[in-house]
């Protein structure tokens, strides 16, 4: 059955598919895989991290082929066997992650309450994640509480940095976030008037064009590491 035999290769021709755009084979793989190891009650840890792989890819084709109910079952499945499989494993990532993926099931399943609940999970397991943050006030973009757990998020940014053509922020230890998105969200009706949010966009905009304009540098965190480098005297002086 589709090389279960050896399930890494297994995951990995899952992926190819998926980026082959083979969604439908794609998930019934999935199906089949992360049904084979529900099935088998005496499954040890790396038989659990590949479930929990299995069940992340199950629950992210479900949600690209608009089956968003499914995606919700599948996404309740993962976060129950999310928990007994060890952390710190770099196949399955951090579980922050997978509260995320569980809010966007259920937002995509018009049910905002639940949403709601896993993305403020999610941002408060991540220590502040701006992309998670972001992805729950585009996804809920009525809900306060989000709003004001994307503008706290913000203060975690750090500076505009360019990579390659695309404006990002690099936020320490967590993912990149694409700084025109975040302008986007910056824009919605729900922060009309709200001042923090107003100035944020503008300062946001004024270090792209300062980029641009070649008046700072596009990697300013690097920039500010390498200046830290340089010497602070002239050896000279004391010659």
């Known amino acids: 059955m589709f090389g279960m035999n050896d399930p890494a290769q297994t995951l990995m021709q899952l992926e190819n598919y998926i980026r082959d755009g083979r969604l439908e084979m794609s998930e019934v793989m999935a199906t089949q895989f992360t049904n084979m190891f529900l099935q088998d009650k005496k499954r040890g840890a790396e038989e659990q991290i590949m479930l929990v792989r299995g069940l992340q890819i199950l629950c992210d084709v479900l949600v690209i082929r608009n089956k968003h109910s499914l995606a919700v079952s599948a996404s309740r499945t993962l976060l129950r066997e999310r928990r007994k499989a060890p952390e710190g494993n770099d196949m399955i990532g951090l579980f922050y992650r997978d509260l995320q993926r569980s809010g966007k099931c259920h937002a995509l399943a018009h049910k905002q309450r639940k949403a709601k609940s896993y993305f403020i999970k999610a941002f408060k397991k991540s220590n502040g994640c701006i992309s998670c943050a972001l992805e729950g006030i585009t996804m809920i973009p009525t809900d306060g509480k989000l709003a004001n757990i994307f503008i706290q998020s913000l203060t975690n940014s750090g500076p505009v940095t360019r990579l390659g053509p695309t404006f990002i922020f690099q936020p320490?230890?967590?993912?990149?976030?694409?700084?025109?998105?975040?302008?986007?969200?910056?824009?919605?009706?729900?922060?009309?008037?709200?001042?923090?949010?107003?100035?944020l966009k503008k300062d946001y905009i004024n270090q792209i064009d300062a980029i641009e304009r070649g008046e700072m540098a596009a990697n300013q965190k690097l920039q500010n590491a390498l200046d830290s480098l340089k010497p602070k005297h002239d050896y000279y002086e004391y010659s």
Do not use: R
Request: charged share 5%; net charge negative.
């Open 172 to 199: 320490n230890n967590l993912p990149h976030v694409n700084v025109m998105e975040v302008i986007t969200a910056l824009e919605l009706t729900i922060y009309q008037n709200n001042s923090t949010a107003i100035q």
